[in-house]
């Protein structure tokens, strides 16, 4: 067996900022492409996409989504209708203004976001009551080009995404739906992910641009940082009003609809690869991992016929898992454990010639390193259960993570104490004046009003005024 130049990871993961991009290139996840800021999504997180691509789709067709395409490019003057929204994405916009060596008539947006190129499509669809609700999602790639250290899946100048964009023809329906599918996504977050992130209801200041309220997923990084997951947002009639969406009721009077719009990007693969990962590399939960269980046997020339025809026999009885046999000649075992541990493959089954007379093998947990002789006989029974707790003891750290590092502060002293080590929960005015002084101060802003615990009675922390909300304040990505 040759040996090849070892893969492994060369700083810890307590210096997070280099520990990142290292992982990230050297689990083969990601590689930079040319383009600052646009990464190359390899195949091993890519294959994690498409199992987030096919649960959420399951999801949203139980609530009557379905599935179109819009254009990737947007003319200005679609762009520049709704004013509010215009504001907060000009800033991201990238324009094509030429098609070979002519000037284009009208400059082209690149979509940052596809309400613009979508609403005027639903101004001639929608006529009639019978025409809603219109329920539409995309799955597309999304440019966004100013920003500021980029780093991949995390943070991009183009990402990966689906936009839902839904239409009714009143307000409780529509809220009702900005509801079901926040649920939607934190349930699949904690279910497939293993990740425990917080029901919020976004500030003014921080909602979605055009949009009447936004709520969000907020999830801790090992930082102590919080980073904004998957939202929905209550567009109201804002979009319906600068795009003319209207619709003739029952009563055969002419109103405008209600609208959402909501999305889950590829940032919370990196939010998962960050969370879980250790000095090893990834920890990737049995739910997601494209490999649920990678078998390496260890053998000599003169013993390898007996130990691969056993390796292969393990591999059939466990094939209603995602199960890969590694009988690579140029590699040795230690290397394939090495690599297997840093794409961060749940569970390792080891098998030898000494293994084959106990019949057993040696099954090895990515979470927790332990190792265990198991019988060969057993293993089928065993795993589904080892699967499923190292499922749960990833969601169980994810959570106590992020516990430990939450704070309730009474006063502005303690709130610029505890945003240093992670996130904490504040009695607050609502006044942006107050969001804004916590921000200059401390480099900390709001990541949202829990949902479960919005209201708040006392003072506010920061001027002492009367408290209306509970708010996190932390820094963020």
Request: glycine content about 6%; hydrophobic content about 30%; proline content about 5%.
């Amino acid at each position: 067996m040759t040996e090849k130049k070892t893969q492994g990871l060369t700083v810890k993961k307590e210096n997070f900022s280099e520990w990142y991009p290292e992982v990230i290139q050297k689990s083969e996840l990601a590689d930079y492409s040319m383009v600052s800021g646009c990464i190359i999504y390899r195949p091993y997180s890519y294959s994690m996409w498409e199992k987030v691509k096919s649960v959420l789709n399951s999801e949203f067709k139980k609530l009557n989504v379905k599935n179109a395409y819009f254009p990737l490019l947007i003319p200005e003057s679609l762009f520049n209708k709704e004013k509010e929204h215009v504001e907060g994405f000009n800033p991201e916009v990238a324009w094509v203004t030429k098609g070979g060596n002519s000037e284009l008539d009208e400059p082209l947006a690149i979509r940052p976001t596809s309400e613009t190129i979508i609403y005027d499509s639903y101004s001639k669809w929608i006529h009639s009551w019978r025409d809603l609700p219109l329920k539409l999602n995309q799955w597309c790639n999304i440019i966004r080009w100013e920003f500021r250290h980029p780093r991949p899946f995390l943070r991009g100048r183009e990402f990966l995404w689906q936009e839902g964009h839904t239409v009714f023809s009143n307000k409780e329906e529509a809220e009702k739906e900005c509801t079901d599918i926040l649920d939607i996504y934190y349930k699949f977050v904690k279910e497939y992910m293993a990740l425990e992130g917080t029901k919020s209801l976004k500030t003014d200041k921080e909602k979605f641009a055009g949009a009447v309220y936004s709520k969000s997923l907020e999830y801790m990084m090992p930082d102590g940082k919080m980073i904004q997951g998957p939202d929905t947002h209550f567009d109201g009639q804002k979009f319906a009003k600068a795009y003319d969406i209207k619709f003739l009721d029952k009563n055969s009077e002419k109103k405008y609809v209600y609208q959402n719009t909501w999305g889950f990007s590829t940032r919370m693969l990196g939010v998962m690869f960050a969370m879980h990962g250790d000095d090893k590399g990834l920890i990737i939960p049995p739910k997601i991992a494209p490999t649920q269980i990678v078998i390496v046997p260890i053998y000599k020339e003169e013993n390898k016929k007996e130990v691969i025809k056993h390796a292969k026999e393990i591999s059939k009885q466990l094939n209603k898992f995602r199960v890969h046999l590694d009988d690579r000649d140029e590699y040795t075992p230690g290397w394939k454990f090495n690599e297997w541990e840093l794409k961060g493959v749940p569970l390792r089954i080891e098998i030898g010639p000494k293994d084959i007379k106990e019949k057993s093998v040696v099954v090895v947990r990515r979470d927790t390193g332990k190792k265990e002789k198991t019988k060969i006989k057993e293993l089928k029974e065993k795993t589904p259960n080892l699967l499923e707790n190292i499922q749960e003891n990833l969601y169980k750290k994810s959570k106590k993570f992020l516990d430990e590092h939450t704070k309730e502060a009474k006063d502005y002293k303690e709130i610029k104490k505890f945003v240093k080590q992670g996130r904490v929960l504040v009695k607050w005015c609502g006044c942006v004046e107050c969001e804004n002084k916590v921000k200059d101060e401390t480099g900390a802003k709001t990541t949202g009003m829990p949902l479960d615990n919005i209201n708040a009675k006392g003072e506010c922390a920061i001027c002492k005024k009367p408290a209306k909300y509970n708010v996190y304040f932390a820094k963020s990505y």
